[in-house]
């Protein structure tokens, strides 16, 4: 179909198009006589740009939403980002107002530094390291940087891990999983990995009870780690790079112990399950191949 055509099933004007074009969102097909041709696809994804354009994305925050590989965990970190911005929208109108009432700019400027650091670490990691390398540390240290630094001794660690990190050998992602990462960053729920913080906290309060009174349950789950069903599957490759990443140079002796540094929560979590994984890998001998460390 032709562009006045798109323009009335979309209810976007020719300039709008042309605009999308101009900026590599779409690319209809050009034939031998100059004419622009959508198809059915075109039309989907320029509504999908009204859409996006009306939620108050920006071009390259919609650029990231089209990629298809990303576009679950791109629209949940951006939503996320516009709630932010709402509270420090809402902050700057305050500062407006002090400045208004006579407020000195010394002390408008430290309130604003002030809400540059509202980021929490997650957020912060998630911009220094964007793309999958980022969803795959998010995924397995995020639900303990729910949290901003205070502190010089925090802002020292986060330093050290972005350098850490920046220099480590760029772990190899295939598109599978990609996919799985992309889908597990977009659905993490804080309130289930609190619960599953909680639950390594219950278990070292006695070990050898928590065994038992769940041993049904463990034995199962160890039965399945060692199926071929379990080594076939995403969450077996994934682990596969955890422990790639873990044997980075580096990794115990600059990673962990700045992240103990970084989260006072993951410092509790990783001496509680020191204990844990040592009691149960006496208890259950064959998982003890399944972790490097922690």
């Known amino acids: 179909m032709l562009i006045n055509e798109v ?7 020719k300039k709008a198009i042309e605009y999308y074009m101009e900026k590599g969102l779409i690319a209809p097909r050009i034939e031998e006589n100059g004419y622009r041709r959508f198809d059915s696809e075109d039309v989907a994804r320029l509504k999908e740009i009204s859409v996006l354009r009306k939620l108050g994305l920006s071009i390259p925050e919609i650029r990231s939403v089209l990629d298809k590989g990303n576009s679950k965990a791109n629209l949940a970190k951006i939503k996320y980002q516009k709630g932010l911005e709402l509270q420090q929208y809402s902050k700057k109108q305050e500062l407006l107002s002090q400045l208004i009432e006579g407020n000195n700019i010394e002390e408008v400027t430290g309130q604003i530094e002030a809400l540059e650091k509202q980021q929490t670490i997650k957020e912060k990691l ?8 980022g969803y795959f540390l998010v995924l397995h240290f995020g ?3 729910n949290i901003k630094v205070i502190s010089k001794e925090q802002e020292e660690a986060y330093d050290n ?14 598109p599978e999983l990609k996919g799985f990462l992309e889908n597990a960053v977009s659905f993490m729920d804080d309130e289930l990995m609190e619960g ?14 928590y065994i038992e009174k769940n041993k049904e349950i463990l034995e199962q789950y160890i039965a399945y780690r060692n ?40 410092d509790e979590y990783y001496k509680k399950l020191e204990e844990v994984n040592k009691r149960f890998m006496q208890r259950y001998s064959e998982t003890s191949a399944w972790y490097g460390n922690i």
């Not at 972005?162 to 295939?174: E, G, H, Q, R, Y």
């Not at 599953?196 to 009870?209: H, Q, R, S």
């Open 126 to 133: 998630l911009d220094a390291f964007p793309g999958y390398y």
């Open 161 to 174: 891990i972005v350098a850490f990190l920046d220099n480590v050998k760029t772990l190899d992602i295939s």
């Open 143 to 145: 639900r303990f940087l």
């Open 227 to 266: 199926s071929e069903e379990y080594k076939q599957s995403p969450m077996y490759k994934i682990q596969n790079l955890l422990l790639e990443f873990q044997k980075s140079g580096g990794y115990y002796d600059v990673f962990i112990p700045n992240m103990r540094k970084l989260s006072p929560s993951y």
């Open 196 to 209: 599953t913080i909680a639950e390594v906290a219950k278990a070292v309060e006695d070990v050898d009870d």
């Open 7 to 13: 323009c009335k099933i979309t209810g976007l004007t």
